[in-house]
T-cell receptor, first 111, second 111 residues
Framework: QQPVQSPQAVILREGEDAVINCSSS?????VHWYRQKHGEAPVFLMI?????EQKGHEKISASFNEKKQQSSLYLTASQLSYSGTYFC????????????FGKGTHLIIQP | NAGVTQTPKFQVLKTGQSMTLQCAQD?????MSWYRQDPGMGLRLIHY???????DQGEVPNGYNVSRSTTEDFPLRLLSAAPSQTSVYFC??????????FGPGTRLLVL
């Protein structure tokens, strides 16, 4: 069952912040975040393993609440290069099955 | 390293034809998978493999076969193409629960 992402789309001005949420109905082992630009392959951003850790990558960070089966991706002081579609991928067991992706969140950054 | 490579980049088939989408990786990853991407649906898992000789079904396996005779290669076979299989196909590889690296994709049109 696909995780649910929200919002479906968001339009920001350069420099504004954004939060993308990912929620699953199943117990999760890990949550992956990917960004895809139009016509290209998804690119790995970060992975969060169960344990409630928060990770950061430049001005992009994420959190994982395993009890609530939710993860959030935070984009701070957004740049034009952040535009694209963001996908969360969830995994219920440690490497034993595939990732199940959400339908994506379209992020548009305007100058 | 070439990473994950996919061939062909584009393909047009007639209904009922069969074909094989090739996927290869040179990173010695045990885990490989195939996804299809359709507008508004995100990435859906077709088949995956946790190592040579081991394959398993994902979310949407009907109409597709896979095999994994070597660590490097993971071909996807369409047995009898149908218009519903028109999609963009991505192959990915990784080490267990770690980051998944996606190939550039194959765009398939079935008439």
């Amino acid at each position: 069952q696909q995780p649910v992402q929200s919002p479906q789309a968001v339009i920001l001005r350069e420099g504004e912040d954004a939060v993308i949420n990912c929620s699953s109905s199943k117990a999760l082992y890990s949550v992956h975040w990917y960004r895809q630009k139009h016509g290209e392959a998804p690119v790995f951003l970060m992975i969060l393993l169960k344990g409630g850790e928060q990770k950061g990558h430049e001005k992009i960070s994420a959190s994982f609440n395993e009890k609530k089966q939710q993860s959030s991706l935070y984009l701070t002081a957004s740049q034009l290069s952040y535009s694209g579609t963001y996908f969360c991928g969830t995994e219920s067991s440690g490497g034993a099955d595939g990732l199940t992706f959400g339908k994506g969140t379209h992020l548009i950054i305007q100058p | 390293n070439a990473g994950v490579t996919q061939t062909p980049k584009f393909q047009v088939l007639k209904t009922g034809q069969s074909m094989t989408l090739q996927c290869a990786q040179d990173m010695n990853h045990e885990y490989m998978s195939w996804y299809r991407q359709d507008p508004g649906m995100g990435l859906r898992l077709i088949h995956y493999s946790v190592g040579a000789g081991i394959t398993d079904q994902g979310e949407v396996p009907n109409g597709y076969n896979v095999s994994r005779s070597t660590t490097e290669d993971f071909p996807l076979r369409l047995l009898s193409a149908a218009p519903s299989q028109t999609s963009v196909y991505f192959c990915a590889s990784g080490q267990g629960s770690m980051a998944q690296y996606f190939g550039p994709g194959t765009r398939l049109l079935v008439l």
